[in-house]
């Protein structure tokens, strides 16, 4: 199963470098979708079909916390995992963040193998590419 993403970051060249990241991993991506800031990504959300979010912290407009805030009001978007991909590695920060529901942390620089293997953490991915099976789901033999 392929995901669809969305990478938010204020920068083009690092939004080129997060792509290029994904496609070499070998994580399953399907659409990618790109924001400069979390108000154009709010946008993104509102008109496609999107099913993880890696975002930047510190952006301009509306930056990366303040997006998740936004995102936590909507029904769907809520449900949507983001990771933040950052320079800012500060306890304070990555606490800040995940008090706020994010499901990884990818500090900048990074390497594809890093991409790959939390992303496939946070969307339930075993390191073959077979989506796990949650523990309460039954398996049933057709």
């Known amino acids: ?5 969305l990478i938010v970051d204020d920068s083009s060249a690092m939004r080129s470098i997060i792509k ?3 496609k070499i ?13 979390g108000s154009e990504a709010l946008s993104v959300l509102d008109t496609s079909w999107v099913d993880l ?5 510190n952006m301009p407009n509306m930056n990366g916390l303040e997006l998740i805030d936004e995102m936590k009001k909507d029904e769907l978007m809520k449900e949507i995992p983001v990771v933040i991909i950052s320079t800012e590695g500060s306890e304070k920060r990555i606490k800040e963040a995940k008090e706020r529901g994010v499901k990884g942390y990818i500090k900048k620089p ?5 991409i790959k293997n939390i992303l496939n953490e946070v969307m339930g991915v075993d390191r073959h590419g077979e989506e796990k099976m949650d523990s ?3 398996e049933f033999d057709f």
């Open 1 to 5: 199963m392929s995901f669809n993403v």
């Open 25 to 37: 991993s070998g994580f399953d991506v399907g659409q990618i979708f790109e924001a400069g800031d």
């Open 20 to 22: 290029k990241a994904l």
């Open 110 to 114: 990074f390497l594809p193998s890093d």
């Open 53 to 57: 979010v890696l975002t930047d912290i």
């Open 136 to 138: 309460g789901d039954e």
